[in-house]
């Protein structure tokens, strides 16, 4: 069974930095679009950032300049990197993968909780 496993998430104050991580196992890596979404409280999952198996890169305009996607093949570990962290940013984050080939499966991780203090 396909396993994604958040991590790093906390409470920060506005300004600061955190990093998330994902780990990815029984799943192909190397054929796998990641991605990290967040959804707050009353609000609909947004996408924050996705990363393809070629490393290519897309962001939502509002983390732009701000968040950074990566990936280690090697780990099997997608990393979001979150710097000047805005009370807006508070929400879960969840680890997503979209597997780039058919059978195009799609699988979540379980979220993990982002808060940023003003």
């Known amino acids: 069974q396909v396993q994604l496993v958040e991590s790093g998430g906390g409470l920060v104050q506005a300004g600061g930095s955190l990093r998330l991580s994902c780990a990815a196992s029984r799943i192909i890596f190397s054929i796998h679009t990641m991605g990290w979404y967040r959804q707050a409280p009353g609000k609909q999952r947004e996408l924050v950032a996705t990363i393809t198996s070629g490393g290519n890169t897309n962001y939502a305009d509002s983390v732009k300049g701000r968040f950074t996607i990566s990936r280690d093949g090697t780990k099997n570990t997608v990393y979001l990197q979150m710097n000047s962290l805005k009370p807006e940013d508070t929400a879960v984050y969840y680890c997503?993968?979209?597997?780039?080939?058919?059978?195009?499966?799609?699988?979540w991780g379980q979220g993990t909780q982002v808060t940023v203090s003003s």
């Open positions: 997503n993968s979209k597997r780039e080939i058919t059978p195009r499966d799609d699988y």
